[in-house]
């Protein structure tokens, strides 16, 4: 009995390793750059951000279950953190072919999709990102100009004053 459990999970990894390499494939040819992580004890792919201005590097895609769920990554090399974002591409597959596309057709909308989607994501966290930026120098402006310091090199006084 438990060799038909390990068997069954073994099975199930092998599984989850092949759709993440289908949807590396699926992502370089939407001409996005990827880093295969499909060999470690926790397999994922991660797509580095586009803009260098993010707080974070980057997505790391993954398996949850059934399904793939990505998850913003500050480093290729480290946890994930925050909201997982699902991607369920047998779903867009079953949409689509109720849409009367052909099979190829309906791989080539999810391809098209599923970058779309990722770079739709990479642009809104860019510019809420942007948003938190002017908000602080906002909050932190003095007369609209902000915390400007000018080194003042006449010296300083104040301690040269006595009261006599």
Same mark, same amino acid.
């Given at each position: 009995?438990?060799?038909?459990?390990?068997?069954?999970?073994?099975? =199930?990894?092998?599984?989850?390793?092949?759709?993440?390499? +289908?949807?590396?494939? *699926?992502?370089?040819?939407?001409?996005?750059?990827?880093?295969?992580?499909?060999?470690?004890?926790?397999? !994922?792919?991660?797509?580095? #951000?586009?803009?260098?201005? *993010?707080?974070?590097?980057? +997505?790391?895609?993954?398996?949850?279950?059934?399904?793939?769920?990505?998850?913003?990554? =500050?480093?290729? $090399? #480290?946890?994930? !953190? @925050?909201?997982?974002?699902?991607? $369920? *591409?047998?779903?867009?597959?079953?949409?689509?072919?109720?849409?009367?596309?052909?099979?190829?057709?309906?791989?080539?909308?999810?391809?098209?999709?599923?970058?779309?989607?990722?770079?739709?994501?990479?642009?809104?966290?860019?510019?809420?990102?942007?948003?938190?930026?002017?908000?602080?120098?906002?909050?932190?402006?003095? @007369? @609209?100009? @902000?915390?400007?310091?000018?080194?003042?090199?006449?010296? $300083?006084?104040?301690?040269?004053? #006595?009261?006599?």
């Amino acid at each position: 009995m438990a060799f038909g459990f390990i068997e069954f999970v073994n099975k =199930k990894q092998r599984e989850n390793r092949r759709h993440l390499g +289908l949807v590396k494939r *699926l992502l370089e040819r939407q001409n996005m750059k990827v880093a295969d992580h499909r060999e470690d004890d926790d397999p !994922y792919i991660f797509v580095p #951000t586009p803009q260098q201005s *993010l707080s974070f590097d980057g +997505l790391r895609i993954y398996n949850v279950g059934n399904m793939l769920a990505y998850r913003v990554q =500050k480093r290729e $090399d #480290t946890s994930p !953190y @925050g909201r997982a974002y699902p991607m $369920d *591409l047998e779903e867009m597959y079953n949409d689509y072919m109720g849409d009367d596309f052909k099979e190829e057709e309906a791989a080539k909308q999810i391809m098209q999709a599923v970058g779309e989607e990722l770079a739709r994501f990479f642009k809104k966290s860019s510019e809420a990102e942007g948003e938190i930026r002017g908000a602080e120098l906002d909050k932190h402006a003095d @007369g @609209g100009m @902000g915390n400007i310091v000018v080194p003042n090199t006449s010296g $300083d006084y104040g301690s040269t004053i #006595t009261n006599g």
